[in-house]
């Protein structure tokens, strides 16, 4: 399933509605996020400044985990490398070979197509085995990767959870999209956006690169739908397009 939203605003930009949207598509800002205390905008200059220096390459997707439960950032990471134009299917693929355990690539089905402003996101559903991989459709990069269990339990190889910077920002409307592995009440794709705005890390993108796009991948990543001992612990990825700006 995918959609193209603007989030923060409500409104709708261009949409293919998944299962679980509201009649009029509409995004009411939902949950409240991790996080909330008082943004500062000095704050935010200084630790997006602090960010800046540490993005390179030309083209750059940045993956950010979102709780789902408490809208806490879990992790998050950036990946660079040189633009070789859009790449095709086969190349995508040949990266993230090396990631799925117990089955192969070729298993994988295309959720969404690479491309300029999109990364490639392929997807095993979890019989014995399965899992959910992007990469940067202008690098080659592998930018996520999750395996999933019989029983939906995932296991992130990329990135691990590390925390986040702080909460200083004031988030700001974006335009995203989003891919879909499980159901989502349309309310926390907003709210989702609104964490990763929260923190300086587009704030330290946008001091060196330009945003080409924002892919928000909803996955189960931890947990179990429907069986007993096990706490559903699905998380949001954003997936950050960048360039290098001139």
Request: proline share 7%; aromatic share 6%.
């Amino acid at each position: 399933m995918v959609a193209v939203l603007l989030g923060c605003s409500g409104k709708v930009a261009e949409e293919t509605a998944p299962a679980d949207a509201a009649a009029d598509g509409s995004l009411d800002g939902g949950d409240d996020v991790a996080g909330d205390a008082p943004s500062d905008p000095a704050a935010c200059m200084r630790e997006a400044d602090k960010l800046a220096v540490t993005f390179g390459g030309p083209a750059c997707t940045t993956t950010v985990r979102v709780s789902q439960i408490d809208l806490s950032i879990v992790g998050w990471a950036t990946v660079c490398g040189k633009y070789a134009g859009v790449i095709d299917e086969k190349t995508a693929r040949a990266a993230l070979g090396p990631y799925p355990k117990y089955i192969t690539i070729d298993s994988f089905d295309v959720l969404l197509k690479g491309s300029s402003t999109t990364p490639w996101i392929f997807s095993h559903p979890p019989g014995d085995f399965g899992g959910i991989g992007a990469v940067d459709a202008r690098s080659g990069m592998v930018a996520f990767y999750t395996s999933l269990s019989w029983s939906s339990l995932g296991e992130v190889a990329l990135p691990k959870a590390n925390g986040s910077p702080p909460f200083v920002c004031t988030p700001t409307p974006r335009v995203y999209q989003i891919v879909s592995m499980t159901s989502a009440r349309p309310s926390t794709h907003a709210a989702a956006v609104d964490a990763v705005g929260k923190t300086p890390i587009l704030r330290g993108l946008e001091r060196v690169h330009a945003i080409t796009g924002i892919t928000l991948l909803h996955a189960p990543i931890d947990g179990s739908y429907g069986e007993p001992g096990y706490e559903q612990k699905n998380e949001w990825v954003a997936l950050i397009g960048s360039a290098l700006l001139e």
